[in-house]
């Protein structure tokens, strides 16, 4: 069953749109399960009714004629409950509705199934037999979980489909609707420009089947590329060491061999002759290669299906003849949309800052550090448009809107003047507020809310910010970690702290000991890991590794050597015992530095030493950890993903990521009731203190030390100098009785509003 399962959702990924998809979709199933009839319905949601728009047994007029409300017939009783229904003899059934175009009276056992994704009804799904009998529980739970399948592969195809057609039809500019994709809102902001692609490779996968008539020029295409392929993996062979392991040599001869075997080429040609253009070609033979090595019993064949694809990739990238593209390839005087499967920090960095005007990342969602790094830039970003092809979107003019995570391709001069308008509107919300900037951080009722600054990607940028903050409450220094080739050495560390902590030497400066791990990979100290966010990350690794953790600690206090500025934060404590071997570390590093600054006859003070309150263990050990540690830090990005389980990468799961969740201001409360008594002075430094709503709560709940990204401490100055203190603290009950985030949100945005400060909300929560 799995293997019929996987060849049909197969076929189904290779067809160019929808229509094509779920024709050939309803055929195979027709034909594996052995029935009279298989049918595909899909959903208009809003109009709570069913479309026939496939079949194999039906009339095939009645596609796209047959529309069936949710409260009619046996396919709108699917619809309606959610459920499968498996019926002996359908016209027998109460709810049976007659559809004469469909010419189904032969027809008597039914069964259907809805397709769900993402809790809608995609669709229905069904097969019959001229028969009365009840169909198998086989045949039941393939129908359940065959639907489960293609509900994502719907969702694709639509929007593969979608976008496809629109770039065909790109030659006929005027008659162009634009056209939008949503993905996940990432950083706030509006941004026009040409999506330009950095990393981007051609993948089979993604690759959408074409039609080509000029088969003699497929053909040179293909042999073409399979020269250029086969220089390469031998250039690629004879850089590598003469001693190369016995399964990687086994790995280049498997290369060397299909590049040379003639079945490959002939299949492919085959395919090229039967109209299809040279990479479609290539990815239907190597599909069926792939899934013949995958259903190979022998676990080392199976694993072969993995290079053949690896290899096949290569031969497509030089049939399309596309070299991988650079941040510097961006083109002059242009504003770009960044495009990348999943945004890094490197990325970000190298990338011209005068031609970034947005991001988009396939991967990704609200609270991966791509989106943090781009608010910190102040820079638009989409996260999570899954499903769709960077190929789809590279080199065309696109909009995209920060707040809602909407991506709007194919815009005409209309709609291009709408959005420049609302550039222009929010630009000139942001000159306002910068206008105003650098005014105290007093609220109406003169209390000082300190501000300080998350720092870490752009240090020159945050410098020039931080000036008005009261110092730098996060500095991440792992970003600088990220973007080197191997771990920066004692003295590198040193150089770049020192700039830190001697730009401003009367201002506290927090710099958080290594955060790797989870969704911040170092390239050449790769960890694999089923569940990365709940392995080895942050203090767990350096614990395990001293000797990073002291050349770190040793660079930060070397830096720290004649100023008294230096904090030390601990990044994803969990237990008493990593803070007290912690501290043990840094004394040890402590004692060494100071020999060393006593020689030169210069001062070292002590470091202040805090924790992250991230991992929701440490709320039922503040008390313990308050005797250890100078200060705390809240980290709400990772203690809303461990409170709630939910993954702050996973798109999937995004709806349900918010810190506005009642279970996450419980705990914030309580923090910070526990800090106040236990006398420990508490930052907030996650997203949520750089969140115009997030900013009143937290001060509604008596924190008044903010640290944010470099970008949001405008704003929330200006929020802070229109609001009240006692006004605010007098919504807190109200606030924490609420059941839902929702409700949580519309109390501070009725504050807001009631403030004017309305229009902040779109600009940034
Ligand atoms: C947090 O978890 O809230 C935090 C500030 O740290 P990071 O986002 O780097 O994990
Ligand atoms: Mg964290």
Redesign the pocket.
Known sequence: MLTSLKHIIQEMSQSPNLDSALARLVTMVKKTMKVDSCSLYLSNYAERHLVLVATDGLHADAVGKVIIGFNEGLIGLVGDREEPLNIEDAPTHPRFKHYPEVHEDNYHAFIGTPIIYQRKVLGVITMQHKETRRFSEDDEAFLVTLAAQIALEIVNAEMRGSLHNMQLDSRVDTQLLPRTVNGIPGAPGLAMGIGHAVNFKHDLNQLIARKAEDTERQITRYREAVQITRKQVAELSSDLSENLPEDVRAIFQLYHQLLDANSLGREVEKEIHEGWDAASSLKFVVERYAARFENMEDPYMRERAVDIVDLSNRILNNILLEESSSSSDAPDNTPCILLAQEVSAPMLAEFPRDKLAGIISIKGSN?S?AA?LARAMGVPAVMGLQGVSINLLKSKELFIDGYSGEVVLNIDEKTRNEYQALIDEEEALYRKIAEDGDKPSLTQDKQHISLLV?AGLTASVEMEQFKQGDGIG?Y?T?IPFMMRERFPSEREQYELYKDVLSAHPSKEITM?TL?VG?D?PLNYFPINEDNPFLGWRGIRLTLDHPDIFLVQVRAMLRASIGLSNLHILL?MITSVNEVDESKRLIKQAFLEVKEEAMAEKKMLSKPAVGI?L?VPAVMFQLEHLAQRVDFF???????T?YLLAVDRNNARVSNLYSSYHPAVLGALHQIFQSATSAKVPVTV???LAGEPLGAVLLMAMGYRKLSMNAHSLRKINWVIRHINIQEVRAILPDILHQTTPEGVRQILNKYLESKQLGGLVRAGA
Not at 633 to 639: A, E, F, K
């Open positions: 609270n550090h943090i998350n996060l991440r792992e958080r955060d989870g911040k990044p992250m991230e830090s809240v980290g709400t990005n990772d203690l993903q430094c996650g997203e």
